[in-house]
């Protein structure tokens, strides 16, 4: 699955240079030229990484961050600064927002290539030991009871009978409540970035787990034009 990246750059050549490059290396990229748009964008798509100017109208790329952090939608994004603030009180301030790396302009193509798939990586690493230092917790969700080590899902003391994709997928979503998965990101979590199987199949899938969960069915929420989210 490509990684997605999030530009946030006021001037437009760099814009457009940054999207360029990091469109030949095989990146989704979205570009936006103010924090505002940032913050929509961000939310709204949840990339993996944010390339984040710092000098920026209106709302500066500070402010920005924290409200990136701040924001449980987008809290756990990586955040590159790219910027010509180059003073180390500015380094430090970044890092202390809450920046996964600083660079500043003018910068190597090369070295932020590099520094950017660093950075994905430990994101990487960081969210599969948060998946499995958490697979044997017992999830309680609405009047569902989820045991990921025995894979076993009860409903009201009623035991539901799943087949191993289908309680992978039941338990992607109810481990973060209120959070949206695209088809995309279920596939990984299902099968692994080379899975050869369409978008379309992960559709499938949740037809038959809402048939199987019953009235529960109703908490695994359609996101239009997204994918799927498990009601908070």
Not at 77 to 101: P, R, S, Y
Request: glycine letters at 6%; proline letters at 3%.
């Amino acid at each position: 699955m490509k990684r997605s990246i999030l530009i946030v750059e006021d001037e437009e050549d760099i814009r457009e240079l940054l999207s360029y490059t990091l469109i030949r290396e095989g990146y989704q990229v979205a570009a936006v030229a103010t924090g505002e748009e940032a913050l929509a964008v961000a939310e709204a798509k949840r990339p993996d990484l944010v390339i984040l100017d710092l000098m920026l109208p209106c709302l500066d790329g500070l402010t920005v961050c924290r409200k990136l952090r701040a924001n449980p939608k987008t809290a756990d994004l990586a955040i590159v600064m790219l910027t010509a603030k180059g003073e180390e009180a500015d380094i430090v301030a970044g890092f202390n927002m809450g920046a996964n790396d600083y660079i500043t302009k003018p910068f190597s193509r090369i070295v932020l290539l590099a520094r950017l798939r660093a950075v994905l990586r430990n994101l990487g690493l960081n969210r599969d030991a948060e998946e499995e230092a958490d697979d044997d917790a017992e999830i309680r969700v609405h009047n569902l009871v989820i045991h990921p080590g025995r894979h076993q899902v009860w409903i009201e003391e009623q035991r539901v009978e799943l087949s191993a994709t289908e309680f992978r997928l039941l338990y992607t979503l109810a481990r973060k409540p209120g959070w949206v998965f695209t088809r995309d990101r279920i596939l990984d979590s299902l099968h692994g970035d080379n899975y050869a199987i369409t978008e379309r199949a992960v559709d499938v899938h949740v037809v038959s787990l809402r048939r199987k969960l019953g009235a529960a069915g109703q908490y695994i929420e359609t996101v239009r034009g997204v994918g799927y989210r498990f009601k908070e």
